[in-house]
T-cell receptor
Framework: DAGVIQSPRHEVTEMGQEVTLRCKPI?????LFWYRQTMMRGLELLIY????????DSGMPEDRFSAKMPNASFSTLKIQPSEPRDSAVYFC???????????????????FGPGTRLLVL | AQKITQTQPGMFVQEKEAVTLDCTYD???????LFWYKQPSSGEMIFLIY??????QNATEGRYSLNFQKARKSANLVISASQLGDSAMYFC????????????FGEGTQLTVNP
């Protein structure tokens, strides 16, 4: 089975340029997450979607960042304009969100893509 | 608010021996889930094991087991019969009822398996 697919795997760009990261979640999953990993801040959740709807974007650092999920099989994270401090590994993850059954909540596992290593010069 | 603490920045273990990676958590949620992920040097995040706060038994997945002590708010990962390929960064994470789908991660423990 195909896992979460991210592209590109590596991106080197110059400050001020637009960067677009892409993600294809696992088929059948209805939640999608964008994370950023840096040495200084560790893993941070940027935004997540349930059924293509953004639920929590409180982790998006600033207006330069935007994310979309036009359909259940595709999402993008865009940085415009990019800055050197945006250099990081960006992960996309997906999960199958299910409502509680009988009052007992099972916390669905998030499966991560391979990540995109972004370097902004 | 939720917090995950991994107090061991680095751990060393001999091949074929068992090792325990510590994880303590803090939450006010009565219901929550705990996860462990492995991140090898290649960078991908690999899901290892999950424990629900109401699960009666400790979770096990092959050589991985979770020593869940709810009263102590700890969820230590035990790796039995360590292999060289287990050398990686290991992250403990949790989600609670009030955090929606948001995962809170610890800072990670770098495990090195020596031959």
């Amino acid at each position: 089975d195909a896992g979460v697919i991210q592209s590109p795997r590596h991106e080197v760009t110059e400050m001020g340029q637009e960067v677009t990261l892409r993600c294809k979640p696992i088929s059948g999953h209805n939640s999608l997450f964008w994370y950023r990993q840096t040495m200084m801040r560790g893993l941070e959740l940027l935004i997540y979607f349930n059924n293509n709807v953004p639920i929590d974007d409180s982790g998006m650092p600033e207006d330069r960042f935007s994310a979309k999920m036009p359909n259940a099989s595709f999402s993008t994270l865009k940085i415009q304009p990019s800055e050197p401090r945006d250099s990081a590994v960006y992960f996309c993850a997906s999960s199958l969100f299910e409502f509680a059954v009988g009052g007992y909540r099972v916390y669905e596992t998030q499966y991560f893509g391979p990540g995109t290593r972004l370097l902004v010069l | 608010a939720q917090k995950i603490t991994q107090t061991q920045p680095g751990m060393f273990v001999q091949e074929k021996e068992a090792v325990t990676l510590d994880c303590t958590y803090d939450t006010s949620d009565p219901s929550y889930g705990l996860f462990w992920y492995k991140q090898p040097s290649s960078g991908e995040m690999i899901f290892l094991i999950y424990q629900g706060s109401y699960d009666q038994q400790n979770a096990t997945e092959g050589r991985y087991s979770l020593n869940f002590q709810k009263a102590r708010k700890s969820a230590n990962l035990v790796i039995s019969a360590s292999q060289l390929g287990d050398s990686a960064m290991y992250f403990c994470a949790m989600r609670g009822r009030t955090s929606g789908s948001r995962l809170t991660f610890g800072e990670g423990t770098q495990l090195t398996v020596n031959p």
